[in-house]
């Protein structure tokens, strides 16, 4: 575990004091942008396409379906 010097914890400190700094991160937190999330809807069709199309990126392989056996699935 790596020890902060006296400067360095002290600008920690300073930094978190900061009013500037605070607004900034709530400016941030605000206007961030979530490509799944439509009028506070998930968008499950864009997600599912999301990963279809990152799986063949990466090169995943593909799993074969298997049919789920069971009549009553709990969750």
Do not use: W
């Not at 300073?14 to 500037?20: E, I, L, N, Q, V």
């Amino acid at each position: 575990m790596v020890r902060l010097t006296k400067q360095e914890r002290e600008e920690f400190v300073s930094s978190a004091k900061s009013f500037k700094l605070k607004e900034d991160l709530r400016h941030l937190s605000d206007n961030r942008y979530n490509p799944f999330v439509i009028n506070g809807d998930v968008n499950v069709d864009a997600f599912v396409k999301f990963l279809t199309e990152y799986s063949y990126f990466i090169n995943h392989a593909c799993k074969p379906f298997q049919k789920i056996s069971d009549k009553i699935a709990k969750f």
